[in-house]
């Protein structure tokens, strides 16, 4: 699954995020695009038993890859 929060104000993209990963299938990744690197989201998905990989592309251009922790 792909979600594009780029375009949204705060708190939308953590929220977005969020509720994309309630409904992940097992074995699935969300391949989030994201403006910056959502710091307090991070915290979050850890919390909530989340791995995640960071690419930051350019100034305004982050790739997340959010996946289950197995």
Do not use: E
């Given at each position: 699954r792909e979600v594009d929060v780029r375009h949204l104000e705060m708190?939308?993209?953590m929220m977005t995020i969020l509720e994309a990963l309630e409904t992940l299938p097992e074995n699935k990744a969300l391949y989030v695009?994201?403006?910056r690197i959502p710091v307090f989201l991070l915290t979050e998905?850890?919390?909530r038993q989340f791995e995640y990989r960071i690419k930051e592309v350019q100034e305004g251009e982050v790739?997340?890859?959010i996946f289950k922790n197995q």
């Open positions: 708190p939308m993209p695009h994201h403006k998905l850890k919390d790739y997340l890859l």
